[in-house]
Nanobody, 115 residues
Framework: QVQLVESGGGLVQPGGSLRLSCAAS????????MHWYRQAPGKQREWVAT???????NYVDSVKGRFTISGDNAKNTVYLQMSSLKPEDTAVYYC?????????WGQGTQVTVSS
């Protein structure tokens, strides 16, 4: 089973940037499809971005051009670079790893975009 730990969240002003990290242990994330999700208070969890073992990426329309998902196999870490942040990006961001055996979640990291 893979263990996931997110970090890098915080309070930023609109237009600011953050880079979230998801460190995997117990298994190499290169064997998983890696996703970022987010969940705002009172709202359902929303898929944000995906990167596959082959390096294909995809994003929810609302973050295209602003967010970039990437991975570092040597560090067993996936990143979400977030730029031009908007108040509506405020949420707890979760890393998710999926393979044929299961689906695994981190504990989340809070991102708050506010003046």
């Amino acid at each position: 089973q893979v263990q996931l730990v997110e970090s890098g969240g915080g309070l930023v002003q609109p237009g600011g940037s953050l880079r979230l990290s998801c460190a995997a242990s117990g298994s190499r994330f290169s064997m998983y499809n890696m996703h970022w999700y987010r969940q705002a208070p009172g709202k359902q969890r929303e898929w944000v971005a995906t990167i596959t073992p082959g390096g294909r990426t995809n994003y929810v329309d609302s973050v295209k051009g602003r967010f970039t998902i990437s991975g570092d196999n040597a560090k067993n870490t996936v990143y979400l670079q977030m730029s031009s942040l908007k108040p509506e990006d405020t949420a707890v961001y979760y890393c998710n790893a999926v393979n044929v055996l299961g689906r695994y979640w981190g504990q989340g990291t809070q991102v708050t975009v506010s003046s």
